[in-house]
């Protein structure tokens, strides 16, 4: 028979193993329209962003525009990241690009983690005052490591092509109608949650990143609102409007440009249904308008896009 304080020790054991992995932006996240971090996967880019990129490297002086890459939005951040050329390579120029998707061994950005690369400043990061790096540090390059073997997909899993990036989308918000400074709330359950609107008028406002063609500049801006995530192929494409542009937190709790707003008239939905949104703009670098969210994402991240009516 198993002695008790044997018994209480495992237990105790459990209990702790069992605790839930701190979250220091917890208080941050809290106040934020946008899911919180605990909501997305671990490999997920926007995740990598709000954990690691910008909270750790994008420090001021570091990399928030001061050096490349830039981590102060996950636009930036991907753009910055994804077959992007290096600039101070190891002594052997070994390296093409700082993320060769599918590739953790040739992607520079794993170098510079793991390895002091030569003639260079040091390993990444040079301070490790970032909130959690120290005891935080495996974790987070597993992750980045995993992004990477996955083939560096965008946080909505569109994987990138050589060549010129698509648009990405960086923040959805929704505000009663005409106004511009109270974003509209997730539900509080936990995972990505629908945004909570009333059946009446509401603006739907994006934020976008590309790597060479500025949003305003976007040469096809639609949008089309589903009673069902499969039913797109049979509602009509409606028109953005891109004359004016507001502030406010992108997916990454950034303050970021929003630059397309979708005018919605809701008042024919009964509370409790939840509609899908879907955006397509063309930066024209591609054959086709990008599709963001599209059939290829799954949940959570379609759930970002995803409206729920309510009282
Ligand atoms: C985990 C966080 C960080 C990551 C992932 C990161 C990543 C990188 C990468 C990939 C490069 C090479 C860029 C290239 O040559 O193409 C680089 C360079 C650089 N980083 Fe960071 N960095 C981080 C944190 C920091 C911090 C906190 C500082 C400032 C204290 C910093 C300062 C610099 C500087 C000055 C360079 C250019 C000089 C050099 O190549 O050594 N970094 N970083």
């Not at 001061?66 to 102060?72: A, G």
């Not at 400043?121 to 597993?142: C, F, H, K, R, V």
Request: glycine share 8%; proline share 10%; charged share 15%.
């Amino acid at each position: 028979m198993m002695r008790p304080a044997i018994i209480i020790a495992l237990l105790v054991l459990c209990f702790a193993a069992c605790k839930k992995e701190e979250n220091p932006f917890e208080q941050l996240e809290h106040n934020s329209p946008n899911p919180p971090s605990e909501a997305l996967p671990q490999d997920n880019f926007a995740w990598l962003h709000q954990r690691v990129f910008r909270p750790v490297c994008a420090n001021s002086g570091c990399h928030d525009g001061n050096f490349e890459p830039d981590f102060r939005s996950i636009g930036s951040a991907y753009n910055s990241l994804v077959f992007h050329p290096v600039i101070a390579n190891d002594p052997g120029n070994s390296f093409t690009y700082r993320v060769l998707p599918g590739n953790v061994q040739m992607s520079f950005l794993h170098e510079r983690l793991t390895t002091f690369v030569p003639n260079t400043s040091g390993t990444m990061p040079l301070e490790t005052d970032g909130p959690d790096w120290p005891q935080n540090q495996g974790l987070y390059i597993a992750a980045i490591s995993s992004w990477i073997q996955s083939g560096a997909p965008n946080m909505f899993g569109t994987p990138p092509s050589l060549g010129n990036l698509e648009p990405q989308v960086t923040g959805c918000l929704a505000f009663a109608a005409g106004n511009t400074t109270s974003p509209l709330p997730r539900g509080t359950d936990p995972g990505v949650q629908p945004i909570e609107v009333p059946a009446g008028n509401v603006d739907l406002w994006f934020s976008f990143s590309d790597d060479s063609t500025a949003s305003n500049a976007f040469t096809f801006n639609k949008f089309k609102i589903a009673t069902s995530v499969l039913g797109f192929a049979t509602v009509p494409e409606l028109s953005l409007s891109t004359g004016s542009a507001i502030t406010g937190l992108d997916f990454g709790n950034t303050n970021a440009t929003f630059t397309h707003k979708a005018a919605l008239d809701l008042a024919s939905y009964p509370i409790g249904s939840q509609l899908f949104v879907r955006v397509y703009v063309d930066d024209g670098d591609h054959p086709e308008p990008t599709e963001v969210p599209n059939d290829g994402t799954g949940s959570p991240m379609v759930d970002y896009f995803t409206l729920m009516i309510v009282p």
